[in-house]
């Protein structure tokens, strides 16, 4: 099984003033992930990492260098780092 970080997007944050989702960031992430089963790992939405990295100002490669252990796929999309968009990914 795989478990997927969530988006919270500046205009989330803005509206209601803090985090309210779970696993936005890597603290939320580790602490989710040292309680499950060693059969479920991270499915790493890159397109969510953007967003959520600029809304909470964090580090993206902290993010995947702390849940690597974790990590067992990634879901490639891109977006503009203000919103889920679902762009294409590419090399740029």
Known sequence: MLI?????SE???????????LMVDFKE??????????????LIDVAHLKV???SLNFKKELFLKYLE?????YHLSDN?????SNEKFTKD
Do not use: H, P, Y
């Open 11 to 21: 205009s989330n944050l803005q509206e209601f003033g803090c985090n309210i989702l």
């Open 69 to 73: 252990n974790w990590t067992a796929a």
């Open 80 to 84: 503009n780092g203000l919103k889920d």
């Open 29 to 42: 992430c580790l602490e989710v992930m040292e309680r499950v089963n060693s059969n479920v790992k991270m």
């Open 52 to 54: 959520s990295s600029n």
């Open 4 to 8: 997927e970080n969530n988006v919270l």
